[in-house]
């Protein structure tokens, strides 16, 4: 039995590997790292506070904080370019290959959760925001975590790093 196959099929084909790859090559942007802390929620709730609260050892300002979800929201504006390179990813394109950084921005989501009487779960989401110019163009861009700015907030709030 000699069946042709269809013109078309190639081309879907090549057009299904493209999408799929783009798809395989893009990552979020805001993934969240988790740790078990050696301390009560609410007491962990407080350390985290406390240390978002104190800009001189943190870095950052605490834009909200909620005691009864124990939600805490900080944010960091103005970090320098090898803190940045440290924490951040931020993919550019052929075009942007030559901008040079003007502002970074992180935003910091933290929960914390029981886990028993003596511990509790920390989960960090860090929102990172670079903006790249070249002249008088500027580009803003969500950047890719490399997770150490996560693991510094877990190491404060006790949770020990393997």
């Not at 493209?18 to 798809?23: D, I, K, P, R, V």
């Not at 978002?52 to 950052?60: K, L």
């Not at 990172?128 to 490399?146: D, F, I, K, M, P």
Request: overall charge positive; aromatic content about 6%; some cysteine.
């Amino acid at each position: 039995m000699n069946r042709s196959i269809p013109r078309s099929l190639p081309l879907l084909a090549c057009g299904a590997a493209l999408l799929w790859a783009a798809a395989a090559a893009a990552q979020p942007a805001i993934i969240p790292r988790i740790g078990r802390a050696p301390h009560p929620a609410p007491e962990t709730y407080i350390i985290l506070k406390n240390y978002f609260a104190d800009t001189a050892v943190s870095g950052f300002t605490l834009v909200s904080a909620d005691p009864k979800t124990r939600t805490l929201v900080a944010k960091r504006v103005g970090i320098d370019s090898a803190t940045w390179r440290q924490w951040a990813y931020c993919k550019m394109g052929p075009s942007n290959l030559i901008d040079s950084m003007k502002r970074a921005a992180a935003t910091v989501n933290v929960k914390i959760d029981p886990s028993g009487n003596r511990y509790s779960y920390v989960t960090v989401n860090a929102d990172l925001e670079g903006t790249y110019a070249l002249g008088s163009s500027a580009t803003t861009r969500q950047c890719v975590s490399n997770g150490v700015l996560e693991n510094n907030i877990l190491t404060a709030a006790g949770v020990k790093q393997s």
